[in-house]
């Protein structure tokens, strides 16, 4: 494969999040994805597509899988990589982060994958650095590698994805996975049913005129679950049961958690997915996380692959891989 084949049709500068791609965009992502794979796969895995460029990994929130998923697929690429964290650098004496992006490129970083506390602050770095700017995550509003990763693994199992039925269930309203997942699932065709408690589901997703049609509000998980193709179960925050959201998390347990038997009623290869950490026996029951039918480590696997994808893509560079 060459890169020209794959970035004839690649018009991004920037990966803020998902909902402006194309259906053709999505699958020169998962086709570039397939390539680095392949590459995966080696005795060896690294080519020298990125040498010479710098990766900055800027993370003003904690982080593990996506961080270290970053730095492993820059590197497989034979770019140079610098992570900078909010609690071991100049931000704690109060360095802004317009500042930040200043220092960072001066100091000649390419590419800057952040991940923020509020939403937006990857749009505001767009104005103030001249690298490119993936988003890792932006406080409740956006985790695009996290969604086409996501995207990859069902696609991997189920080819297309057109008419599949997905269902996240548990705190979609302040999860930015849910968000961006919600919009490549439709964009790409498939049919999306939110399950939770009313006070952790957004709104207007069912009102006339949403920019989601394909999209139900379910709030019992057993008929939300019926006939799935995939069910992705949310990270459950206990912040949101202090903040009143929840009256208890047994409660939620009781009434929302995927169990193997409420898993009878979706389709018999359905996909379990979480995209991680998991807190085991609240999302997920044991039984349903390391099941037969779970691909949680696989979305951990794949991301590394996406994530090399997007850094080539955006690099725009030439030349065999």
Known sequence: MTATQKTTDWNHRHLLDVDDFTP??????????????????RPIKKVPALRGQTVVN???????????????????????????????????????????LKTLEALGANIIVMRHNFSGAPYLA???????????????????????????????????????????????????????????????GMEVTVCGPPTLMPYGLENPGSNFPKVRVENQVEKAIEGADLVMALRLQ????????????????????????????????????????VNEDIELATESAYGERSVI?????????????????????QGEL
């Open 24 to 41: 053709e965009e999505f699958e020169l992502v998962f086709a570039t994805a397939d390539a680095m794979s392949e590459i995966l796969s």
């Open 58 to 100: 800027l993370f003003y929130e904690n982080s593990t899988r996506t961080r270290a998923s970053f730095e492993i697929a820059a590197k497989n690429l034979s770019a140079d990589v610098l992570n900078v964290t909010s609690t071991a650098s100049s931000i704690t004496k109060g360095e802004s982060l317009i500042d930040t």
């Open 126 to 188: 767009t104005k103030h650095s001249k690298a490119n700017i993936i988003n890792a995550g932006d406080g409740w509003h956006a985790h695009p590698t996290q969604a086409l990763l996501d995207l990859y693994t069902i696609r991997k199992h189920k080819g297309s994805l057109a008419g599949l039925k997905a269902v996240i269930v548990g705190d979609v309203r302040h999860s930015r996975v849910a968000h961006s997942n919600i919009w490549g699932m439709t964009r790409l």
């Open 238 to 277: 206990r912040e949101r049961q202090q903040g009143g959201l929840l009256p208890s998390v047994r409660e939620y347990v009781q009434r929302y958690q995927v169990t193997s038997e409420r898993l009878k009623k979706a389709a018999k290869d359905v996909l379990v997915m979480h995209p991680g950490p």
């Open 297 to 317: 480590n696989e979305q951990v696997s794949n991301g590394v692959a996406i994530r090399m994808a997007i850094l080539y893509l955006l690099s725009g560079r």
